[in-house]
């Protein structure tokens, strides 16, 4: 079986501006998500927002099996025709892994048909985040919980669609709880939303989190029908009297 | 209990300019459907494009509980302000019923994440809709299936997110099956997608589908919370340590 | 409309040995909870596990459109045959609060087709419940969280099928979430369990606790077909050719 | 990767007794189940209602990764030991494909929590089954439906608790639809129920058919978490004050 292809997208501009980002990711989050990705076997490429095109270009989503997004400070400098590149990709079988502030991304908004609101706070707390589908794919090589030292507080009510799956639920020291891990179909296309990552913590070097990145990327994968039709069906199947 | 107040709203270009369609709805059929809610003690006003914002005012808004939706050939003709109104009060509670072509509205869309397409044919073909979900509000007062003589044909597969709660599946003369009842939370909303409804066929005055329209309204009346917050939340509710 | 008839079920075991119980629920924690539902317009009676047939008798459920359940101590000494009785009353349409230890009643395994198992501990800790659908009639006149200042902790993973829809998730001071609000469609009939409820707390007497079994109730009320029917249809609707 | 261990579960009694039904699997339907799912590459075994204790010994369930069951006359006649271990494997991750008049067998029942029941007929009439979640990996290789030719209908309401996951539904030239492709979690393990395969047709010969009972068992491979624990958790993970 050829190897999966992913892409790593990043915005990339917390790395360019903010110091104590730089010396958590000083070649960036996608760098660190990327080389994790590789050890477990992905082809991996990676892209940001300030290449061309965003580095998304028809052609590299063409060659995209899976497209990972981390998004925060810049969600409105993503263009909107390269919002509607990854949309169609996604409807027509390209996984989604949405990351983190990306649940604030055009393209997360758009395929969930709701504003992806949530509370947050920084104060250096504890996340434990807990298995509530046991036998989901996602899961593979967990416990049935692991802790994240300190993270950002995203906390209910998470405005999004009930998740067709719901995988994690997250436990916050300061008193919040959080749908973590969420599954979506999309057309032929599939979501799948994790929550840690804020950019000023090493959460992508934990490798339960690497783990759990690269379940949702393999279960993301296409998997579906090789094609769809809709539209005018002037002959019926059956005859009609 | 005051009675629910609801919106019908009808694009109303078909009955301008289609003989067919005017000898069927002389005055439009959003009365048709008003009547029909009108007689379940509901209170009832109408909306249409063509009125100033499409009969769709802020104001109008603020006093609907629910809104239904008839829209197929002026989608594009619907102002974008307007969607994101409407779009606005889904998610802040007031309930949404999208009848038949609306599947290809604007709002039908945005809250949806997906195409929305579906295949379709003209050929006066029968359409059974059998209930699926029992126990479910929206069916009191049916039989396990009911029967259209005449519809257009919607058929699978049809491009939405996997309801919330599926209710109906239509059996089409032709060989076709469609999830012809759907019900969908966004924010503190809900959404009804209803099938039945193409244009030149007397179906709104069918007794069963204006029953469903009526249990539609019912279900999605807003019966959550009275208010949400969302955003920064720097105190914790409980020490970090 | 006549008032919803509920049967408030208790197994009614530990008010009867344990000390502590007796001070917090001196008439048993049925009565806390029927006279709640009363106080809401709720026509009540109630039953335990040593009333003749355990009070739940034919003509009772016949008689009844929610029953609430609470057990814990006794689970085995409730009756096969009441359990498959309560259990056709269900698919048939009454609908059905389980609360808290509930979960592992004969009843509540035998509609969810698993163990129903959970993580628990007696710790005197803070429960926070939050709402994750906040659209769905049973958070109605809730704000976005309620706490129990002393509650036993139940923790995932909770042994349930994915809800239909969940509705609740709990914090616990302990470092545990919980599904603590879940709801279901079984046949004509609905479910929804609520977690809260440990014997040796004044949690029944809560305000938030008994709205949201009162909101319960008027949830799972019937609200479905009259009746269904199965098996042989030796006469297509449609000619086979 | 190792093949994954796929134990075809056949009832068996029809091919001893049915002149029709031994013309068209003179082998038993599970040698031709068999068959089609080792061209697959899977490694599979069989067994059968005469076997010692139905060729479902605990050492064949453990070394079992999805068991395909079908059973029909002799629902009855299946020990409720058999059954329990039966149960106890798919919560402890075991996949379980279910096929045809399975539905009503003692394990699916078991897990569903609902009666399973069904409308059906014999009529050689026309199936034609659609594909509904075409991202689906249960749908891999097929067109958006096909048709079998001839088949015994099934028709809603079919009493199964709303799947997890939808994947196929049935029309009928007969007039009924079905919800012909159902995938649920339970426990660690994962279900899988898929209609067609009345035993006196060639239904289990036809290659789409085989291919989504292939993609069905390689669905509901084991996929989850190791183990689980469950039960008293005295010493809380985080300090409570």
Same sequence: chains 1, 2, 3, 4.
Avoid at 173 to 178: C, D, K, N, R, Y
Wanted: a negative charge; charged letters at 20%; one cysteine or more.
């Amino acid at each position: 079986m050829a190897a999966l292809r992913v892409t790593v997208w990043n915005e990339g501009q917390h790395e360019k501006t903010n110091l104590t980002v730089q010396k958590v990711y000083p070649d960036g989050m996608h760098t660190v998500i990327a080389n994790a990705l590789r050890e477990q076997g992905l082809e991996v490429r990676t892209a940001t927002l300030d290449d061309t095109e965003h580095g998304l270009t028809q052609e590299v989503l063409d060659a995209t099996d899976v497209l990972t997004w981390w998004g925060h400070m810049a969600h409105d400098k993503v263009s909107d025709a390269v919002v509607e590149r990854v949309y169609q990709r996604v409807l027509n079988g390209m996984g989604l892994v949405v990351l983190h502030s990306g649940h604030f991304s055009k393209i997360f908004k758009k395929l969930m048909g709701t504003s992806c609101d949530l509370k947050w706070r920084e104060a250096n707390e504890r996340e434990r985040i807990w298995v509530v589908e046991p036998g989901h794919p996602i899961v593979q090589g967990l416990g049935d919980h692991f802790d994240i030292p300190h993270e950002e507080m995203y906390g209910e009510h998470f405005d999004i669609p009930a998740p067709d799956t719901l995988v994690f639920v997250s436990w916050f020291q300061g008193g919040e709880v959080f749908r973590s891990g969420a599954c979506y179909h999309r057309g032929r296309g599939k979501v799948f939303y994790f929550r840690p990552g804020h950019e000023t913590y090493p959460t992508y070097y934990q490798k339960e989190v690497q783990l759990v990145i690269g379940n949702g990327v393999r279960w993301a994968a296409p998997s579906g029908l090789a094609e769809l039709s809709y539209g005018h069906r002037p002959n019926p199947l059956e005859p009609i009297t």
